[in-house]
């Protein structure tokens, strides 16, 4: 299975942080899983830290590191990706999750979350 990590996700994974779910944990290490970390994910790591959000602790190019090293792989961010944020109901307003979910639906991807309202995209995407 393909999963698509959101932000948060993604850091509380790389962190081993007690806020990951035992259902994220497993899906995260099954083998049968394929991780995927967006450019998107990256942008937004990088424009939160460089503002000293505290809730960015690791800056891009550290989290970009630290992706690598737990072997998860890069999605760029496509042109097609882009087109489907037009298709999207405005549940969310925030621009990163919005291509996340965008990028997940397009790929098909499964969209590993804890944000309540980007699950009510689809039932493709996961909630943790």
């Given at each position: 299975m393909n999963l698509l990590l959101d932000t948060h996700v993604a850091l509380w994974a790389i962190t081993d942080s007690p806020r990951l779910t035992a259902r994220a944990r497993?899906?995260?290490a099954s083998p049968r899983?394929?991780?995927w970390v967006s450019a998107?994910?990256?942008?937004e790591i990088?424009?939160?830290h460089a503002l000293h959000r505290g809730d960015m602790p690791v800056s891009g190019q550290d989290a970009l590191r630290y992706f690598r090293e737990a072997g998860y792989r890069l999605l760029p961010i496509e042109p097609e990706h882009a087109a489907a944020l037009a298709e999207l109901a405005p549940h969310h307003q925030d621009p990163f999750d919005r291509m996340l979910v965008a990028q997940a639906l397009t790929e098909p991807m499964r969209l590993l979350t804890h944000d309540a309202l980007v699950a009510r995209y689809s039932d493709s995407i996961i909630a943790v």
């Amino acid at each position: 299975m393909n999963l698509l990590l959101d932000t948060h996700v993604a850091l509380w994974a790389i962190t081993d942080s007690p806020r990951l779910t035992a259902r994220a944990r497993e899906l995260i290490a099954s083998p049968r899983s394929s991780i995927w970390v967006s450019a998107a994910t990256l942008w937004e790591i990088t424009i939160k830290h460089a503002l000293h959000r505290g809730d960015m602790p690791v800056s891009g190019q550290d989290a970009l590191r630290y992706f690598r090293e737990a072997g998860y792989r890069l999605l760029p961010i496509e042109p097609e990706h882009a087109a489907a944020l037009a298709e999207l109901a405005p549940h969310h307003q925030d621009p990163f999750d919005r291509m996340l979910v965008a990028q997940a639906l397009t790929e098909p991807m499964r969209l590993l979350t804890h944000d309540a309202l980007v699950a009510r995209y689809s039932d493709s995407i996961i909630a943790v």
